[in-house]
């Protein structure tokens, strides 16, 4: 064999190593959207848990800070803990979201809803996609979204007190871009952060999860904010 063919089967092993990777980040992305649509939908089913959530001050907040604690821990500490515990945690969180963007099932109509998450599914598809194919290194654009994204955050604290309207359709707007954007510049990070020597190992399974988390978060977002924009709202 020569050099030229030991060089191929290398690429050809490391091709085949990404796509597992990716597969796994995915299957891990398609669990917590079923977890969270699961835990949602069982919110729906009876609308006065909804209710007693939003009117329980102290839970929804407290709910709130557990999700966002939660994605600092797993972004923070997920190669210093047990697969295991990193797969809990993905999950806990997926289902936490579910209850807390229950509330949607009260403002917007079923209909809307659904074919929000299509269209969103959709988008994230092709961007995603995008990710996985460009040559193009996305990064500048990564890091430019980010800096918007932290921008539209700042924007938002701000109108909580403002109310204005006009800020929030802004900030719904660019917050559409920017997670579609974010798409197509995380599945490209996440499929560089691959190695080979990972295979079959808990460090390839926690940064799957932590690809997987990345994109939930992407496609959540993006489905809001497209929600937001395009929902049908109930009379």
């Known amino acids: 064999m020569d050099i030229d063919q030991i060089v191929s089967g290398v690429g050809a092993d490391s091709n085949a190593g990404v796509r597992h990777f990716m597969h796994m980040v995915y299957g891990w992305m398609g669990l917590g959207l079923a977890v969270t649509g699961a835990a949602a939908g069982y919110m729906a089913s009876d609308p006065r848990m909804i209710v007693n ?15 966002l604690g939660l994605v600092f821990f797993l972004s923070g500490w997920v190669q210093s803990m047990e697969a295991s515990t990193a797969k809990f945690a993905f999950v806990f969180y997926a289902a936490l979201t579910g209850v807390s963007t229950s509330v949607i099932f009260l403002i917007y109509t079923s209909q809307s809803i659904a074919t929000t998450f299509f269209l969103t599914a959709g988008i994230f598809g092709a961007m995603s996609l995008y990710g996985w194919v460009t040559k193009t290194d996305l990064t500048t654009m990564g890091n430019f979204l980010m800096m918007a994204l932290l921008g539209i955050i700042l924007a938002s604290v701000v109108n909580f007190w403002l109310h204005s309207p006009l800020i929030g359709w802004i900030t719904t707007y660019v917050g559409i871009v920017i997670f579609t954007g974010l798409t197509a510049y995380d ?23 932590l690809g997987a988390l990345a994109l939930y978060l992407d496609f959540i977002n993006l489905f809001l904010e497209l929600l937001r924009a395009t929902g049908r709202r109930r009379d």
């Open 53 to 67: 959530l939003m009117h329980n001050s102290l839970l929804f907040y407290g709910l709130m800070a557990a999700e």
């Open 187 to 209: 599945t490209q990070k996440i499929k560089a952060i691959y190695q080979p020597l990972d295979d079959g190992s808990e460090r390839e399974t926690k940064e799957a999860i």
